[in-house]
């Protein structure tokens, strides 16, 4: 059966019944009709548990909408990111050529006054077309066919989004923009004739300087990287390119609330981060710890100037102050004491441990010092600017 059956009235209400229950128990139970399409329905039910997460406003403000499978909806841009993406460039129209979920083609409705989404897959791109209907506000093309054959006929437009597949059919993660399907990189050159800016949204696991130097071969130019974190993980890397921009990128680490609007943020270039000296120190008062987007931003010498705080070491990405900082974009901790990597010198049985420039991980660590995972009492193995090993005993501010 195709998603055009879970429109039945029948079916929406068994959902919407089950909606929170767990999902491995239900499947265990006959269905009330017999010749519903059982593993479509609970499929249904599990997208709709992940949506509650990452796109509420689908479940609570719009009926009728139909969701994506699971794995896909895993994989697709929270509604937070989708937003914050939208609101980074203006423009009249836009494409987006892999429209999977929707989620960042109705992210753009709201500040575009008209759009195009291209999606390969027939029932995915029927699926689209319903949902925009319901969610949209402006007129949007669904165009059922490959990104690689609409660039060949594209009309000029302001902004093009792509997000190419990072899983192959093993679901295997891939990283590298020339391993992606599509591969970004044979598509850059005809498409950067045809529109005025380009954003692709990468993988976290993409390195940023290889990225950067990667799309220069291809004659496109990096005017922005963002690296973008939500609750808690960064969620995305982000480059925005057109064909005109020759100086250095600039590298935005930022932090985001759920309805896409910045937290924190850090903007810096790759030559600023590289001259700047961090100030460094013993440990004091307080300890810092950088949230995920502002490690993967790789800023860790600029982002102690901009909230007055030392580092460690130069290679110790943790940062300490006498007074606390209460903006700074991370984890703060009150420093309670100081001891050597010993067990007998470890007043703790229980602690969360983290280690940062530190010839021993930590499950090996752990394993070491006999301290059990968990509780209000963090250690922290570091190396000091005077090469000193040691852990910091910390209490979460």
Known sequence: MSWQSLLNPDIQEFITAHEKDDIAALALKKPPVADWDYKLILDQIKSRQKARQKIPLWLTHHKNIIFPPP??????SSAA?????????????????????????????????????????????????HNLTLLSSVPVEIINTSAENFIKTMPPLDVALIDPQRRDSNQKGKYRFEDCAPNILSLLP????????????TSPMLDITQGIATLE??????????????RSECKEVLFILNN?????PAI???????????????????EEEKTCRAPLSQPLSYLYEPGPAFQKSGGFNMIAPKYAVHKLAPQTHLYTSDEWVADFPGRSFEIIGQYPPKAE???LKQAHITVRNFPINAPTLRKKLKIKDGGQDYLFACTLANGTKTMLHAQKI
């Open 71 to 76: 794995d896909l909806l895993e994989q697709a």
């Open 81 to 129: 990111t989708a937003r914050y993406k939208a609101g980074l460039i203006q423009g009249q129209n836009f494409v987006d050529l892999t429209g999977c979920c929707g989620i960042d083609t109705c992210a753009f409705t709201e500040h575009f006054t008209n759009g195009t989404c291209i999606e390969k897959d027939k029932s995915a791109a029927s699926l689209l077309a």
């Open 190 to 201: 005809n498409l950067l004739e045809k529109t005025r800016t380009v954003i692709v949204k």
């Open 217 to 230: 071969s291809t004659g496109a130019s990096a005017r922005e990287v963002h690296c973008i974190q939500w």
């Open 244 to 248: 005109n921009t020759k100086t250095m």
């Open 252 to 270: 935005i680490a930022v932090s985001l609330d759920d309805s896409g609007n910045p937290l924190y943020e850090m903007r810096f270039t790759q």
């Open 345 to 347: 010198k470890i007043p």
